[in-house]
């Protein structure tokens, strides 16, 4: 069941998820224990006994994983509430599992594409409008949540594609500032001359999820306006250049070099530019230290500057039993100063407004990144999408020997069912 509460319903609940962080922080600044004079554990609540949480999580890699735990286990240390949090291995398995055997964690990660099959069967309680502040989340970010008029979850950050560039390798093929490549010819010359010995110029995934900010520089979308045009003029274009730069080898996919992702390769000197999101910057942190690189906007398309926007929100199960700590667990990781720290320890960026100014003054080097939230395109939401995107994804792997027509044209058909439910 879809859950839709009240003007009056919603003050309630705002006040008991405020008056729930509100305990942990004075807790937390008086040191107390969050035991009650019983030595039973105080629940946010109110009430007495102790409670528990169970958080899953998507996670980018063990800098993530380390900082939503420390973060989660902080909070409940202060709530007198017990939270574990586990990575996934397969998080959208290991959800629907939950959601089959009706044992479900009470606090999940749940992407902007599949948040809409989520909604539709009743899993997700929709909590987003509740909860204190929720108007300081980017609007784009409410809307990639929220499904039939409904805000059901809170954008926990949001990441944007780029290019990073090793400068060294910059260097030493004798490019300057002049050089950085602001066009799609550009970008070309630039990838064909970074390109020596066992170093390719331009490694990126082949999935949608990189090649679409070419599909965005050229004007393109999977959907537009609730239909479907996979196959456009523009999209095809798009998948033609990357084909063009595939067919110069100045341009190769990860899987081709032995590497996982873009970051893997840039690292290990697989590539000299890689496209990946703001995540990577956790990444490169704790795998490869010694790296040297630079954040640049992704080169203009015909149509002018793309690229892809990502998002989570911090989904709660309609099932839970212990919704309103949820939710104030949920505030506690949203708030202004828990979002920079966590841009600090992985590299997302905030999804509040009250931290825009922070993150740049924090994290100059990145702002090619949040740049890029101003022309942005996010991932459609609509059900069904996410399996014609997987589908798309098996396709791209072999772009270099197909046909884009063909491609999305396959694709065009998918999204076509897909929308009509």
């Known amino acids: 069941m879809v859950l839709h509460h009240s003007p009056a319903r919603r003050r309630t609940r705002a006040a008991v998820i405020a008056a729930a962080t509100t305990l942990g922080l004075l807790l937390a600044g008086c040191g107390g224990s969050g035991f009650d004079d019983t030595g039973g554990a105080a629940s946010p609540d109110g009430g007495s006994g102790a409670k528990e949480l169970q958080v899953l999580i998507g996670s980018s890699g063990q800098a993530e994983t380390t900082a939503v735990t420390q973060a989660a286990q902080a909070w409940g240390t202060s709530a007198g509430t017990e939270v574990s949090v586990t990575a996934a291995s397969d998080l959208n398995q290991q959800l629907s599992q939950g959601f089959a055997s009706s044992q479900p964690p009470d606090v999940f990660y749940v992407g902007s594409d599949v948040v809409a099959s989520y909604a539709a069967n009743g899993s997700l309680a929709a909590y987003g409008a509740d909860l204190p502040g929720s108007d300081d989340f980017y609007p784009n970010l409410r809307s990639a949540f929220t499904v039939d008029g409904t805000f059901y979850c809170a954008p926990k950050d949001f990441s944007t594609l780029a290019l990073i560039v090793d400068e060294k390798a910059w260097t030493a093929a004798g490019l300057t500032d002049a050089d950085v490549p602001t066009t799609w010819d550009q970008l070309a010359t630039v990838a064909g001359r970074l390109t020596s010995g066992d170093r390719t110029g331009l490694v990126t995934s082949s999935e949608y999820q990189r090649l679409g900010a070419f599909m965005a520089e050229a004007g393109g979308s999977l959907v537009t306006d609730g239909k479907a045009t996979a196959d456009s003029a523009q ?187």
């Open 235 to 421: 999209n095809v274009e798009a998948l033609r250049y990357v084909k063009s730069l595939l067919s110069a080898g100045s341009m190769k996919f990860a899987a081709d070099v032995g590497a996982g992702d873009g970051t893997e390769a840039l690292g290990t000197g697989k590539a000299a530019m890689t496209i990946e999101g703001n995540w990577a910057v956790g990444g490169i942190a704790s795998s490869y230290p010694d790296l040297q690189y630079r954040v640049l906007e992704l080169p203009a398309g015909p149509a002018g500057k793309g690229t892809l926007s990502f998002t989570n929100c911090w989904g709660i199960a309609a099932d839970s039993k212990a919704q309103d700590q949820a939710e104030a667990l949920v505030a506690s990781l949203t708030s202004t100063d828990q979002q920079l720290a966590f841009t600090e320890a992985f590299g997302v960026m905030p999804s509040v407004a009250s931290a825009a100014d922070g993150f740049r003054q924090q994290f100059p080097a990145q702002a090619a990144f949040l740049a890029g939230a101003d022309y942005a395109k996010t991932v459609p939401n609509e059900a069904g999408v996410s399996d014609v995107v997987k589908d798309l994804n098996a396709q791209l792997e072999g772009l270099a020997a197909g046909d884009p027509a063909e491609i999305l044209g396959s694709t065009q058909t998918n999204l076509e069912a897909a929308l009509k439910g």
